[in-house]
């Protein structure tokens, strides 16, 4: 690691742009004074997280508002007249913050746009065609009144569904089916929902449209993204069977009667039930891209169920999905205007030195501070991927301070935290008004499993995975 001094002379590593060699500028403060800077970028960093935290700024907003914010004050104490002739963009602050971050920014994770685009287009074919429906039907009808079996399956069924289907329009059309049947048989809804969640997250890590999120952030080659989802998404699963087996003990002797909501009838073919693994099992084991992977799920989904509308469900999910991925869509604009913000030479010099101090970088460090500080990803804090996280990766991969493929370990196993437990969630929310409990009961319930499950993830991704060489 370089120095205090070589990274205020602008002749550490962490003033150097990736594959570029050289020095790109230095802090205008003298060794003195360089605390300033890093200060006044913490101070950022709190105001925004306490802002989300709080609710009362959407990440949507705060995350382009805390980019410029965070690029105005490193750029400010940035000696711009040190970049050298024949150095790239930016060579001065309005440079850096009206077109590195707000031009260039909101198109950074445009990879990513695309994909969470197609995935949620293939979303709204499995729920229109009828397909979601069809599964927890024959789910339901296999298991009968066994309700440990039944919430097996049912588990299973939605894990399943949500390895294509997104969104909050998703999580109320499967839980509003699946729900009442487990409750019918006799299962808390506190524990049905504590059910649903880890289902929703272990679909969403085999999801294509997450899986090309993370590549196209961390610019990580596909093949050791895919290692990290199934190695992550087997130990979800381990640690969703524990809450099921632990939960379902412990409601052995509740009762209720068996009455189940009547589902929709449908004609759906079982071939057609293939749709929602489709995409993920093309992906995985012919390596087929996401996008035309999407597109295969599509129209096998129209085509096996009503090929003679075919047509007008792929024209109506096309509508439907682009209106319900919006605000994912905005919400990537933001992110990569924090990273660019993050990533760029000035803020490097300025929060390098800090991170340094608290980013370990050997195996044991490593787990025991992200184990620890998993907890963070909560409230759209410093671990959320999505939230405030985006920054702070932007800020450690920029910085140097650890291998792009660490941050992918670290970061998505504490987004596990943030998926299952986080009470601002809006399926949080929904789940647990249905259920009749509240989103801290959920929180209280599910976050001692999923803490143990980045304990195990990080041990793997470090130990066997080799995530810090």
Known sequence: MASQAQLIQGEGPAL?????????????????????????????????????????????????????????????????????????????????????????????????????????????????????????????????????????????????????????????????????????????????????????????????????????????????????????????ALTTLAFLAVGGWRERRTFAWAVAPELPASRVPLVALLTPILPIVLIMLVDLPIIPAFLVGMFWGVLSTQPRKALDHLTAATLEGLKDVSPVIGLFMGIGMALNSMMAEPTKAVIAPFLQAVIPDSPLPFVVFFTIFAPLALYRGPFNFYGLGAGVAGLILGAGLLPPVAILAAFFAVGQIQGVCDPTNTHNVWLAQFTRTSTEKLLKDTIPYVWAFVFLALTWAVLFAGALR
């Open 16 to 236: 150097l742009s990736p594959g570029d060699g050289r020095a790109r500028g230095a802090l205008l403060e003298p060794p003195s004074t360089v605390i300033l800077p890093g200060l006044l970028l913490l101070c950022v960093f709190l105001v925004f997280a306490a802002l989300m935290m709080t609710r009362r700024m959407p990440a949507l907003l705060a995350l382009p508002c805390m980019a410029v914010a965070i690029g105005a004050i490193a750029g400010l104490f940035f000696d711009w007249n040190a970049v050298p002739p024949e150095a790239g963009a930016p060579r001065s602050l309005a440079e850096f913050v009206f077109t590195t971050i707000l031009t260039d920014g909101p198109a950074r994770l445009a990879g990513a746009m695309m994909y969470a685009i197609f995935g949620s287009i293939l979303s709204q074919v499995v729920i229109r065609t009828g397909i979601a429906q069809r599964i927890i039907g024959v789910a339901a009808e296999y298991a009968g009144d066994r309700k440990i079996l039944l919430a097996f399956l049912m588990t299973a069924v939605v894990a399943g569904c949500f390895t294509s289907v997104t969104g909050l329009g998703a999580v109320i059309m499967l839980g509003s089916l699946a729900l009442p049947i487990l409750v019918g048989a006799g299962l808390s809804g506190t524990f049905a929902a504590g059910l649903m969640l880890f289902a929703i997250a272990l679909g969403g890590v085999f999801n294509p449209a997450i899986l090309g999120f993370y590549q196209d952030t961390l610019k990580l080659p596909l093949e050791i993204v895919k290692d990290y989802v199934v190695m992550y998404g087997g130990l979800l």
